[in-house]
């Protein structure tokens, strides 16, 4: 057997033996970005499984990621959500920064929901937008370099559609009726862990780019892969610019303070959405 499907397997069978003793099979994975955990404390009669525990998993190193798996109710429906990713650069090969993906697709999940805390390029967005990501531009290698996984999905899958529109429909309506804004873009994704430099944020917008980070992509592009609809959303926690005061920082620890700012607003925007599949 390829290691790269033994290692998943392990990993689903560890998490499957959890779901079978609680009576649960969960339809929709969440990832959650930087400082955006909260949404995992609105999850009812929780079961928190730690990346630690799981066989062959990597853990998450990441400022504002806690690195567990929380598995229960939210809006009627039965979700297991990461509470924190895994990072290209803390240093683990694709293999691993996917594998939290692979792992929720063989459990059965139905639809991917991924969050992060990313830049503002475009000069109309402020800290604490939410911003839908409608597309991508991809500066991370490719998870699917490789042998193709066959079990998962073609050679050469279809990106032409990596956010579903059904979905961000559904975050417009909500958003509407709740009377929350939200911004539409494309997410700009690149390596770190520096944060870019004023000429690398005009470039990115040169190109297209409305909001930048270092991650999302990676488990996007590994849920398209088997067929899984997405629908993503960036918290705005910085505003990327090119024409800095002298005395500007960008610091990490503000970037999670922002993001758990809006944490509440986005989670509004996902139990929306959850709760009309």
């Known amino acids: ?70 598995i229960g109710t939210l809006a009627g429906k039965t979700v297991i959500a990461m509470q924190g990713r895994i990072h290209y650069y803390e240093g683990y090969p694709m293999e691993l920064v996917t594998l939290p993906t692979r792992v929720m697709t063989v459990i059965g999940i139905k639809y991917l929901f991924v969050s992060n805390a990313a830049g503002g390029v475009n000069y109309d967005f402020k800290v604490g937008d939410l911003m839908i990501i409608t597309d991508h531009i991809n500066m991370l290698p490719n998870p699917l370099i490789g042998p193709n996984l066959d079990q998962f999905g073609p050679r050469f899958p279809d990106m032409t559609r990596p956010y579903d529109k059904n979905l961000i429909r559904m975050a417009g309506e909500i ?6 804004t939200l911004k539409k873009g494309v997410y700009y994704g690149g390596t770190g862990p520096t944060y870019e430099t004023p000429a690398e944020y005009k470039f990115i917008r040169t190109v297209g780019g409305d909001a930048t980070g270092m991650s999302t992509i990676p488990e996007v592009i590994v849920a398209r892969h088997s067929g899984i609809p997405v629908f993503g959303m960036s918290v705005i926690t910085n505003e990327a610019h090119d024409d800095y005061a002298d005395d500007y920082v960008n610091d990490g620890d503000d970037v999670v303070r922002a993001a758990n700012a809006a944490a509440d607003r986005m989670t509004l925007i996902f139990e929306g959405i959850i709760s009309r599949l």
Do not use: C, W
Request: proline letters at 7%; glycine letters at 14%; aromatic letters at 6%.
């Open 175 to 180: 958003a509407a009726e709740k009377g929350i």
């Open 1 to 70: 057997m390829d290691t790269r499907m033994e290692r998943i397997n392990n990993a689903a069978s560890y998490l499957e033996g959890i779901l079978k003793e609680h009576g649960l099979k969960p339809q929709i994975g969440i990832i959650l970005g930087s400082g955006l955990g909260k949404l995992a404390e609105r999850i009812e009669n929780p079961v928190t499984v730690p990346y630690r525990d799981i066989p062959g998993f990597p853990v998450s190193t990441a400022i504002g990621h806690k690195g567990n798996f929380i």
